[in-house]
C-alpha cells in the first residue's frame, strides 16, 4: 500500500537559516507524484512544489527545493533563507495510484516549523 | 481570479443530525475532491467528484455523500453525526486539462459534533 511518513512532529529554525524536512514514501508504482503543502493556522492547504519520479532534476520553487533520492524513497523539502511567515504545518504527500493524473493525494502526518526571530 | 471557496468557515452540530458543506472550485477547474483533517493529522481523503458523478472514494461510510453542479460546484453532505466527525473539511478542485493535477484546496470548513 502507498504511504507517506513524516518522522519530524516539529522542527525549529533560525531566522534566515536552511531548514530540512523529512519524507519518505513507499510505493510499488514506477510512476508517482510526490507533493509538499503548506498549512498555515488558518486552515488552507498551500501547494509549494512537485516532483514526478521520472523527473531528472530536482525541483525547486523559490526558496523551496525537493531533495530526491529515489533509491531511498526520500523527498524531503529544503526550505533557505527561513522567514518567521514560513511558521506552518508542512505536509508530504503523493498522489494515488488510482485514478492517473486525477488521482487524490495520501498525506503525511506532518512537521510542524517553526522559525524563530 | 478567485481562488477555491468554502462555505461555512465553522459550523456547531449535534450528534445525529445532519450537515451540507459547500465549496466552489477555482476559475477554469472541474474536478473537485474532499478531505476530512482530524485534529494533529494529515488530510484524508473523502471522494472525488467530475462530470457530476463521484469518480473515486475513499474509506469513508455511506453517510457521507456528495453533489456536483453544472457549474462544477460541490456539496459534502455528512448524515448522522458522530463525534468522531469533527473535523476540518477541506475542498481541493483540479483541472482535467494539465497533465499534473495540481490541487488547489479552500480555507477549509471547521465542523464541531457535540
Known amino acids: 500500500a502507498q504511504k507517506i511518513t513524516q518522522t519530524q512532529p516539529g522542527m525549529f529554525v533560525q531566522e534566515k537559516e536552511a531548514v530540512t524536512l523529512d519524507c519518505t514514501y513507499d510505493?510499488?508504482?514506477?510512476?508517482?507524484?510526490l507533493f509538499w503543502y503548506k498549512q498555515p493556522s488558518s486552515g488552507e492547504m498551500i501547494f509549494l512544489i512537485y516532483?514526478?519520479?521520472?523527473?531528472?532534476q530536482n525541483a525547486t520553487e523559490g526558496r523551496y527545493s525537493l531533495n530526491f533520492q529515489k533509491a531511498r524513497k526520500s523527498a524531503n523539502l529544503v526550505i533557505s533563507a527561513s522567514q518567521l511567515g514560513d511558521s506552518a504545518m508542512y505536509f508530504c504527500?503523493?498522489?494515488?495510484?488510482?485514478?492517473?493524473?486525477?488521482?487524490?493525494?495520501?498525506f503525511g502526518k506532518g512537521t510542524k516549523l517553526s522559525v524563530k526571530p | 481570479d478567485a481562488g477555491v471557496t468554502q462555505s461555512p468557515t465553522h459550523l456547531i452540530k449535534t450528534r445525529g443530525q445532519q450537515v451540507t458543506l459547500r465549496c466552489s472550485p477555482k476559475?477554469?477547474?472541474?474536478?473537485v475532491s474532499w478531505y476530512q483533517q482530524a485534529l494533529g493529522q494529515g488530510p484524508q481523503f473523502i471522494f472525488q467528484?467530475?462530470?457530476?458523478?463521484?469518480?473515486q472514494r475513499g474509506n469513508f461510510p455511506d453517510r457521507f455523500s456528495g453533489h456536483q453542479f453544472p457549474n462544477y460546484s460541490s456539496e459534502l453532505n455528512v448524515n448522522a453525526l458522530l463525534l468522531g466527525d469533527s473535523a476540518l473539511y477541506l475542498c481541493?478542485?483540479?483541472?482535467?486539462?494539465?497533465?499534473?493535477?495540481?490541487?488547489?484546496f479552500g480555507p477549509g470548513t471547521r465542523l464541531t459534533v457535540t
Open positions: 481541493a478542485s483540479s483541472s482535467r486539462q494539465g497533465l499534473v493535477a495540481e490541487q488547489y
Open positions: 510505493t510499488s508504482d514506477p510512476s508517482y507524484g
Open positions: 516532483q514526478g519520479s521520472y523527473d531528472q
Open positions: 504527500a503523493m498522489r494515488d495510484r488510482y485514478g492517473g493524473s486525477q488521482g487524490n493525494l495520501i
Open positions: 476559475s477554469g477547474h472541474d474536478t
Open positions: 467528484y467530475y462530470e457530476e458523478e463521484e469518480r
